[in-house]
């Protein structure tokens, strides 16, 4: 077994941990002998490491023992309520326990978001922040992070291929609540503007559109689940739903620009909103509150998810080690009923 590591790389924590099948944060405590870690443990641990050649990754150790006391923060863009409220959540935290805030916006590139974690490395923050950009398929620029022994939480948008701490709304049950709301005002032919399919983002809010249709055995029409998450994108692809032989009574949108977007397209065409069409998005921003009518909506509570992704990494900068089992942390939604759905 030893041999094969070697062959692969470095022996690792999550090595030892697997082969004992215990935790990864239970084997760095054996090694470092704390006293939670009973006397068993510690030394069938502290012999397999001896036995394997186990050693401590010492760029990692040499890195977390210099402090910049900088938190490094990337997001899709400033501009979204959503994203502007989490920044505030994150300040929050930060500020009270002595961190600084670098802000980047990825506006929605991966070559740009590439461009931002090597300004983050160069900077040697303590720690970042991330929801990644749409156009993000590979990993390897946040592994270099962890590899350099930056600690990263993922929040809204999270990476599913690396071990890292998350924190994300509770997209499906959102969506779910949005379309069942939909199913008991009375609609029958419910469409979804959905984000892309790589995004576990995209992938629940569809989930959960789909399971509130089963639930109540209503038809899931494929010609009425569409990839359409941008404002401009609605303009241009909502009318061809309604050219559909029978077309929607209802509209669940991915997000709140979206949403708004199908709502221009619906009027614009002479359908009225709720009472031809309802329309639903996600995100109470200042948008939902100013279209005409009001959108109802899914509140995600920004500022929450916020403070709990900056909690989560000041905890994991203070404990200096990489080597931790990682958690996800789960911020519910609220359906915000307005004007744009139709009265029960």
Known sequence: MY????????VTIKDIAKELGISASTVSRALKDHPDISSKTKEAVNKLAKEWHYKPNAVALSLRHSKTNIIGVIIPEIVHHFFSSVISGIEEIANKAGYNVMMFQSNESFEREIANVQALLSSRVDGVLVSMSKETKDFSHFKELRDNGIPIVFFDR?????????????DFAGAFAAVEHLINIGCKRIAHLSAPQHMLLGQNRLKGYRQALLKHKMPIDENLIIKCDSYEESIELTPELLKLSTPPDAIFAVNELTAAGALTAVKKVGFRVPEDISIVGFTDGLVSRTTDPNLTTLEQHGYEVGLRASELLVGRIKEGDMDYEPVTKVVKTNLIVRGSTKKL
């Not at 041999?3 to 470095?10: C, K, T």
């Not at 999270?158 to 509770?170: A, F, H, K, M, Y």
């Open 3 to 10: 041999e094969i590591f070697m062959r692969s790389g470095q």
């Open 158 to 170: 999270v990476c599913n291929e690396l071990s890292s701490d998350n924190v994300i709304v509770d």
